[in-house]
């Protein structure tokens, strides 16, 4: 069974850094582009971040561009989420998501890139 | 960016409705367009990429149409278990933004 699982949601404060893991099993981890989307509880979905199979290209959402860095360990079938200078906007319930392929391409020409499996998501509060 | 504009936001449908959601795009995304819908308290499942190319398992009677900056997701025949929370998503170019989504409720 294809599973993802997140974890490292955690209330912390503004201005601090936290790490997210996600877990990924049942697939061939190195041969999937992987992403994270956050949605506010209540409200609607942002997609924030992805990188490709290697780690040789990763794209950001302009609200966290600068203070998150998304990686990946293939070895360990695990994705991260890198957050630092976090702001109260930041909180959110983030999923880590498995792409349909394993690099993204954009523009006209490219096969169409669609998030097939989502983990249930970890909970990351900013506050003071 | 690219923004992504759904309409309605909300719809109120009975059971056995046709039900239609707009998604228009800030710029031409020829089909670069994907549908997901999100029960409550529940992750976001794929229904429809390219535009209109059905996910594998999603019922038939849910289909996408559109190119360029306008699509639609059409729901024949609402069901039950189709109440839900429908959003849009441009995977033409990074940032790959999403709509603000459409709540079909009773």
């Known amino acids: 069974e294809v599973q993802l699982v997140e974890s490292g949601g955690v209330v912390v404060q503004p201005g601090g850094s936290l790490r997210l893991s996600c877990a990924a099993s049942?697939?061939?981890?190195?041969?999937?582009?992987m992403h994270w989307v956050r949605q506010i509880p209540g409200k609607g979905l942002e997609w924030v971040s992805l990188?490709?199979?290697?780690?040789?290209?990763?794209y950001y959402a302009d609200s966290v561009k600068g203070r998150f860095t998304i990686s990946r360990d293939n070895s360990k079938s695990s994705l991260y989420l890198q957050m630092s200078s976090l702001k109260t906007e930041d909180t959110a319930l983030y999923y880590c998501?498995?792409?349909?392929?394993?690099?993204?391409?954009?523009?006209?020409?490219?096969?169409?890139?669609?998030?097939?499996?989502w983990g249930e998501g970890t909970a990351v509060t900013v506050s003071s | 960016d690219i923004q992504m504009t759904q309409s309605p936001s909300f719809l109120s449908a009975s059971v056995g409705d046709r039900v239609t959601i707009t998604c228009r795009a800030s710029?031409?995304?020829?089909?670069?367009l994907n549908w997901y819908q999100q029960k409550p308290g529940k992750a976001p499942k794929v229904l429809i990429y390219?535009?209109?190319t059905l996910q594998s398992g999603v019922p038939s009677r849910f289909s996408g149409s559109g190119s360029g900056a306008d699509f639609t997701l059409t729901i024949t025949s609402l069901q039950p278990e189709d109440f839900a929370v429908y959003y849009c998503?441009?995977?033409?170019?990074?940032?790959?933004?999403f709509g603000g989504g459409t709540k079909v409720e009773i």
């Open positions: 998501i498995k792409g349909n392929g394993a690099t993204f391409y954009y523009g006209s020409g490219a096969y169409p890139h669609y998030m097939d499996v």
């Open positions: 049942g697939f061939t981890f190195d041969d999937y582009v």
């Open positions: 990188i490709n199979w290697d780690g040789g290209a990763a």
């Open positions: 710029q031409n995304i020829d089909n670069y």
């Open positions: 390219g535009s209109s």
């Open positions: 998503q441009q995977i033409y170019n990074p940032p790959l933004t």
